[in-house]
């Protein structure tokens, strides 16, 4: 239908007439007094904060997909002025067992790259392969070097002497510089063995714990969040690294958490932080070939776009997953004695593509609602994102319902 001038001139408010109330003034500032008080830090689900659409796991962990194991060493001592070599530390290791024997059982992975200023160790090896072949260890950029060392060296220890080559360790990292004594270099192989060994399935400790432990995101105290999503035949979890994201871009569930909560800035200069990185990782008991987990690692930038990132320019965002379900022993991956893999029914797979981006967004969303307030060097301070406050920010909006009667149950 054409459209004539004078058509759009009758659509337009004739000149001083007041506007609707609703198009001239944004919503009323969100009240603490609607919302529960809240106790200590709580999961965003436990306290009625939905994200997306889908049925969690169990646990709304990684953990939910069957073999999957975390474990955390976390390093916190000192206060005040920063000496290099002695402190503050605020710093520690994450680990992921994909499976129970990671080093002699291969799973078929793909890593994507929203966003390469970081490292991820292996991450041309895993992309040129398609196999991971160890436990996944999450860190500060400072600990990459020996975590890597320390993983090749119980490596070492643990495969056989049989002259066939082992794949790279993934190490990923980030920045832990604003409350740590990142040039102190305090991550030692103890730290690692303790991450490996503490590995357990069920519930996942989140916020700052482990390789989370000195991250801000979106100008609150961040680190470590996990969620996880069920499809009619499947399961797919993920767990963060949080270090990233501007404060006026936060958003959980669409709503403008970060706008309205636009004080509690870290530091003592009150700087707007934009860049820094995320790491995210993908497990799921679907059997997925190499190629189908690239399709799977992409949905994670879309999770975490839904809650404010942009993938800044200095950040390094990654993704990995990986699939439980096609293992191959290690031998017959390098001898060439044959392996089978199996593969997703086609149409299978958009549930689980859903299901991926849902829960990178919820595991954003739990580490920023598990994470406690820090003090690190020279009193650097990382507020933790005041629960009461988002929810009342969630409830006017209409984004607040009531909590599950049972808890998804991370505890």
Not at 69 to 80: D, N, P, S
Not at 132 to 159: E, F, M, Q
Not at 182 to 201: M, S, T
């Amino acid at each position: 239908m054409a459209v004539s001038r004078r058509d759009v001139l009758t659509w337009l408010p004739v000149a001083g007439a007041a506007l609707p109330a609703a198009s001239c003034r944004g919503p009323a500032t969100p009240s603490v007094a609607d919302v529960p008080r809240v106790e200590g830090r709580r999961r965003a689900r436990d306290l009625g904060v939905r994200i997306g659409v889908m049925p969690t796991g169990p646990r709304n962990a990684i953990t939910d997909v069957a073999g999957v194991r975390v474990g955390h060493a976390t390093l916190i001592h000192g206060k005040g002025p920063l000496v290099v070599g002695e402190g503050p530390v605020r710093t520690g290791v994450t680990s992921i067992w994909p499976c129970e024997e990671p080093f002699t059982t291969y799973l078929p992975c793909a890593v994507d790259v929203p966003n390469g200023n970081g490292e991820l160790s292996g991450l041309a090896e895993a992309t040129a392969l398609g196999m991971l072949g160890g436990p996944i260890c999450l860190t500060g950029t400072s600990s990459v070097g020996v975590v890597y060392d320390s993983l090749v060296r119980i490596a070492d220890k643990v495969l056989p002497r049989d002259g066939l080559p082992r794949l790279e360790p993934v190490v990923g990292e980030t920045w832990d510089g604003e409350l740590h004594d990142v040039a102190g270099r305090h991550v030692k192989l103890e730290h690692v063995r303790a991450a490996l060994d503490g590995a357990r399935a069920g519930a996942v400790e989140e916020g700052a714990v482990g390789g989370g432990t000195g991250m801000i995101c979106y100008g609150f105290k961040g680190g470590i969040g996990t969620a996880s999503r069920r499809t009619p035949r499947y399961t797919v979890g993920a767990l963060v690294q949080a270090n990233h994201g501007a404060r006026r871009r936060l958003r959980i569930d669409g709503v403008p958490v970060g706008e309205e909560i636009d004080d509690l800035l870290p530091g003592s200069s009150a700087p707007a932080l934009a860049g820094n990185s995320i790491l995210m990782v993908l497990a799921t008991d679907a059997p997925l070939l190499p190629h189908q987990a690239a399709r799977l690692a992409r949905r994670a930038v879309h999770g975490l776009a839904k809650t404010g990132s942009i993938s800044s320019n200095s950040s390094g965002d990654f993704a990995l997953a990986f699939s439980t379900a096609n293992p191959v022993a290690r031998r017959d991956f390098w001898t060439g004695d044959g392996y089978q893999l199996g593969s997703i029914e086609q149409f299978d797979i958009q549930p689980l593509l859903e299901g991926a981006a849902e829960a990178v967004e919820e595991a954003i969303v739990n580490a920023l609602f598990m994470a406690d307030d820090m003090v690190g060097r020279d009193g650097y301070t990382a507020h933790a994102l005041p629960l009461e406050r988002a929810l009342a920010s969630l409830k006017r909006h209409g984004r607040l319902f009531e909590p599950p009667v049972e808890n998804p149950a991370n505890a």
